[in-house]
């Protein structure tokens, strides 16, 4: 069982930057690949970004160049540094954590077994 807890989120103006983090219990957090998600109000959730239990990582489109994420495996936490946000950034994060096999499947939210509550983030034009 692992348990996600993100923080971070807030209200910032367009071309601030916002960190997300996401604490995780349990011994085997190094295994996990880890994702980023965010679901928009009136929108389907979409991936944003994950990273391998070996570091490798996978970006949407609409974030590339702009989000970085991380982990730290001694810590167990996962982070998702935000630059240059956009008003059509504003979202809830979500993190996620799950045994991926293959790299194909890390943007596809069935494949994470565990989920944190979310965080808000809000630009402003």
């Known amino acids: 069982q692992v348990q996600l807890i993100e923080s971070g989120g807030g209200l910032v103006q367009a071309g601030a930057s916002l960190r997300l983090s996401c604490a995780a219990s349990g011994r085997t957090f190094s295994m996990y690949a880890m994702g980023w998600f965010r679901q928009a109000p009136g929108k389907e959730r979409e991936f944003v970004a994950a990273i391998r239990s070996g570091g490798s990582t996978y970006y949407a489109d609409s974030v590339k160049g702009r989000f970085t994420v991380s982990r730290d495996n001694a810590k167990n936490t996962v982070a998702l540094q935000m630059n240059s946000l956009k008003p059509e950034d504003t979202a809830v994060y979500y993190c996620?954590?799950?045994?991926?096999?293959?790299?194909?499947?890390?943007?596809?939210?069935?494949?994470?077994?565990?989920w944190g509550q979310g965080t808000q983030v809000t630009v402003s034009s």
């Open positions: 996620a954590a799950g045994l991926v096999p293959r790299a194909d499947l890390l943007s596809t939210g069935r494949s994470y077994n565990y």
